[in-house]
């Protein structure tokens, strides 16, 4: 049993087979599945959540997404991380950061690091080791 035949190997009739809709409705469908191919950026969120997916829940070992809700009209939009398991089936109940609170502390601690002078000159010869020999 071959899985995927040749080309060659396979027999095409032209209506072999009933059609169900129309070649015209066929055709339309086609083009608008075409147009709408390269669009899935429209669907994205609205906001930038750097850590999502990097945080692990302390409570039920998920991990946190972004998430961002305005709680009544007169209030300003709340942005935060979360656990993914928060308000489901497993209803985790730890509680969510808000995203300035909880990227500041990762990106001060992650520049502490980075740009410590002790750790320049290593991360430099760990460079060019990579990228140079």
């Known amino acids: 049993m071959v899985i995927n035949p040749h080309e060659s190997e396979i027999i095409r009739l032209e209506g072999a087979m009933p059609a169900i809709i129309s070649q015209e409705d066929f055709d339309l469908v086609q083009e608008l599945l075409k147009r709408r191919k ?14 999502s997916g990097k945080i692990i829940c302390g ?5 946190y997404t972004g998430n961002s809700r305005r709680p009544d009209p007169h ?22 950061v808000r995203r300035e609170i909880l990227e500041s502390i ?13 750790l320049i000159p290593k991360l430099n010869d760990a460079f060019i080791q990579c990228f140079f020999q």
């Open 106 to 118: 990762v990106f001060d601690n992650l520049a502490q690091k980075v740009f410590d002078p002790e």
């Open 38 to 51: 390269f669009k899935t950026f429209l669907n994205r969120g609205k906001q930038n959540y750097f850590l």
């Open 75 to 96: 209030n300003p939009l709340y942005i935060s991380y979360r656990c993914c398991r928060f308000n489901k089936k497993a209803n985790c109940k730890n509680r969510e």
């Open 59 to 63: 409570v039920c070992g998920s991990s």
